[in-house]
């Protein structure tokens, strides 16, 4: 790769709006509106109605922003891709975001529909609603919009579109080739995409792609994350008695399906979370360079702890950013039986436990698949991929069925990268603060079929509060965040690599 010239002359580029907060409020009003009316089409992923009407909006908003636009058919849901005339002597910049939603329990959020926004200001009782016509005294950036979707990632989509507006409205070259991907599967995995990058590998190509998705780092500096974990999950299920037996004729008798997964569990870790099933951590070594990179991150521990309400944490790593840098093997959920008002005096006949694995870039999804069933293995178990029969049922006295899940691969771009030294000194000169970097974090965004089919760098640019609540009721986004993103977008699109 040729050695890439910063340029810095980033703060006379985005003089033209950043130190004239008329107009940057009047644009922040509008992509206010606009945020409104795409949240308000429901985006459930589960839902393919939901994503077409989704794309026929987005469609119809980034041609009037002078952009060429196509679907992309998939196996599963269709992407939606988008790019301005393309010129030949200019460098590509891919975007990549998406505008489908988890799904929702209207019952949990605090207003009447999580599709329509509501404005927010946070007082001493809590979040209060407030009249949109406040918005035509005054833009408190502490505001915030709640709804689905409005910051995981519906938000940036909008913020990319109205700095767009406002680079034409300054009359700003764009010194790039601009092509945006989005996708319509990110909160179920993306299954279809690997193959969807391989037959559109040249509708894509690009120079280097910018993920916009996720929050800023808690210290709300302005973040550049240079990698990503991966994930993948196992359903692990054990048995008891062919039906649920009551629990005073059988009870020390019937094996108790619970007990045996709690052991099986237990065996995977240490008391201190470590993973002690051989070879699991194999090819992870934290060196010298890389542990500075890791520390220089303002990780605020007693914050941390406190909004998680732990006294101490497990102890993969050292801190926080070097916990990150190993896989990790989390029971996501535990069922048997019956719990509550509604528990019985039984012995359950089965329980089943829900595992995700994130993965780095020096751990394989498989491989660590295969190192967990060869230690249930180890365990005394039969493993079956589908519900025993009645002959394996009398034939193994220890079963479990286990069925793997789908692999999202980790990426990891090198901290030396130009591109990402390019984007750093632009954010460092834009918000005049230092920049968080992020050797890799510790969610998943399924863009490694783009760096291993179009062979480009890629880094993610968060943009949206750190306490956005994403997946979760009561999703909200900052207004403070909706201007940072726009400034963020307008000074990385005219801002030239030499």
């Excluded at 550049?224 to 048995?239: A, H, K």
């Excluded at 399906?257 to 569990?265: D, G, K, T």
């Amino acid at each position: 790769m040729k050695k890439l010239i910063i340029a810095y002359f980033v703060l006379n580029i985005f003089s033209g709006f950043a130190q004239e907060s008329t107009q940057l409020n009047t644009q922040l009003k509008k992509s206010i509106e606009e945020l409104k009316d795409f949240v308000s089409i429901p985006n459930d992923a589960l839902n393919e109605n939901d994503i077409l009407q989704n794309i026929t909006w987005l469609t119809a908003k980034f041609k009037a922003r002078g952009f060429n636009t196509k679907v992309l058919s998939t196996e599963g849901l269709p992407l939606f891709f988008a790019s301005l005339p393309i010129q030949e002597n200019k460098p590509t910049i891919l975007f990549y975001m998406h505008f489908d939603g988890q799904s929702i329990d209207a019952s949990k959020w605090e207003q009447k529909s999580p599709y329509k926004i509501v404005l927010k200001e946070q007082r001493k009782t809590g979040w209060e609603e407030l009249n949109w016509s406040e918005l035509n005294k005054t833009i408190n950036y502490n505001w915030r919009l709640f709804g689905r979707s409005t910051s995981d990632d519906k938000g940036p989509i909008v913020m990319l579109l109205n700095a767009i507006d406002l680079l034409k409205k300054n009359n700003k070259e764009i010194p790039f080739n601009v092509k945006v991907i989005l996708d319509s599967e990110e909160e179920k995995s993306s299954k279809p995409l690997p193959k969807a990058v391989a037959e559109n590998r040249a509708l894509l190509n690009a120079d280097f792609l910018i993920i916009n998705d996720g929050p800023v780092h808690p210290s709300k500096k302005p973040t550049l994350v240079f990698g990503c974990r991966g994930i993948t999950t196992l359903t692990l299920t054990t048995y008891g008695p062919i039906t649920p037996q009551h629990s005073g004729h059988y009870g020390n008798y019937a094996p108790n399906p619970i007990f045996r997964m709690a052991h099986l569990l237990s065996s995977m870790k240490d008391k201190n979370g470590k993973v002690i099933i051989k070879g699991y951590y194999d090819g992870i070594a934290i060196d010298n360079a890389t542990e500075k990179i890791l520390k220089s991150v303002p990780d605020d521990i007693v914050s941390l702890h406190n909004t998680l309400a732990i006294k101490s944490p497990e102890t993969v790593g050292r801190f926080y950013q070097e916990s990150l840098q190993y896989p990790s093997l989390n029971v996501r959920g535990i069922s048997s039986g019956w719990v509550g008002e509604k528990s019985r005096t039984i012995v359950p006949d089965r329980a089943t436990a829900e595992i995700d694995i994130r993965l780095v870039p020096e751990t394989d999804g498989n491989t660590l698949k295969k190192l967990i069933k060869k230690h249930i293995e180890n365990q005394g178990y039969y493993i079956t991929s589908k519900e025993p029969t009645l002959e394996e049922r009398k034939n193994y006295a220890n079963i479990i069925t286990i069925t793997e899940g789908s692999v999202t691969k980790p990426f990891r771009t090198d901290l030396n990268n130009p591109y990402g030294i390019w984007i750093s000194n632009i954010l460092n000169s834009t918000f005049n603060k230092d920049v968080v970097k992020i050797r890799i974090m510790g969610g998943t965004v399924p863009i490694s079929p783009f760096i291993n089919e179009l062979k480009i760098p890629a880094f993610i640019v968060p943009l949206v509060n750190p306490d956005n609540n994403q997946h979760s009721p009561n999703e909200n986004l900052e207004i403070g965040q909706i201007a940072y993103g726009i400034q963020t977008f307008y000074t990385i699109l005219s801002t030239p690599i030499n």
